[in-house]
């Protein structure tokens, strides 16, 4: 079965500073790859996502992540933050095809500091 | 174009009832998916419905239910509530099965 996880429950960071967010995933198969973001009370916002092509995929906001087959990541970038990026990030999987379901790891919650 | 829509946004309940959580997808979206959220598990997947018929399920009880109906709105039903049922409950809706999934701000679900 598939599976994300996301090392660090919390991370801490300046304003101004870079932020790099960690997921590794388990997946037989080239998986499909998303990074949403969840604001206190809100829904998920969908910030990216990989399906296929250039392992490098831009989102909205700023944010970039990678895809690195070898190590099963798909690292969460962004070159500098702002106090408006302080949410929790979750990382998600999804098999294609007729199975098609996200699994999400635990999440991030990312706090930024003035 | 709105987002998708649920209702209601809190909902306090308590142990035994049922509940009904209704859900209005992207207008033209014909895949509804929905999640339960909660601390200790996180996110996890319920169920996937298409034109009306479930697709996919997760790893619930019985007591968890859904179904949608041909205008693609969908709603979930928890019979006999109980404590652990209190979440945050998630709605998606995608064009097609296996697109992006499009979230909703969610219902908040207090079982006393």
């Known amino acids: 079965a598939q599976s994300v996880t996301q090392p660090d429950i919390h991370i801490t960071v300046s304003e101004g500073a870079s932020l790099e967010l960690r997921c590794n995933y388990s997946?037989?198969?080239?998986?499909?790859l998303f990074w949403y973001v969840q604001s206190p009370g809100q829904g998920l916002q969908l910030l990216l996502k990989?399906?296929?092509?250039?392992?490098l995929v831009q989102g909205i906001k700023g944010f970039e992540a990678e895809f690195k087959r070898s190590q099963s990541s798909f690292n969460l970038r962004k070159p500098s933050v702002h106090w408006s990026d302080a949410a929790e990030y979750f990382c998600a999987v999804a098999e294609g095809g007729s199975n098609y379901k996200l699994t999400f790891g635990k999440g991030t919650l990312l706090t930024v500091n003035p | 174009k709105a987002g998708v829509t649920q209702t209601p946004r809190y909902l306090i309940k308590t142990r035994g009832q049922q509940v009904t959580l209704s859900c209005s997808p992207i207008?033209?979206?014909?895949?509804v998916s929905w999640y339960q959220q909660t601390p200790g598990q996180g996110l996890q997947f319920l169920f996937e419905y298409f034109s009306e018929t479930q697709r996919n399920k997760g790893n619930f009880p019985g007591r968890f239910s859904g179904r949608q109906f041909s205008n693609s709105r969908s709603e979930m039903n928890v019979s006999t509530l109980e404590l652990g049922d209190s979440a945050l409950y998630l709605c998606a809706s995608s064009s097609l099965p296996g697109d992006i999934q499009y979230f909703g701000a969610g219902t908040r679900l207090s079982v006393l």
């Open positions: 997946y037989g198969a080239t998986p499909y």
């Open positions: 207008s033209g979206h014909r895949s």
């Open positions: 990989y399906f296929s092509g250039d392992t």
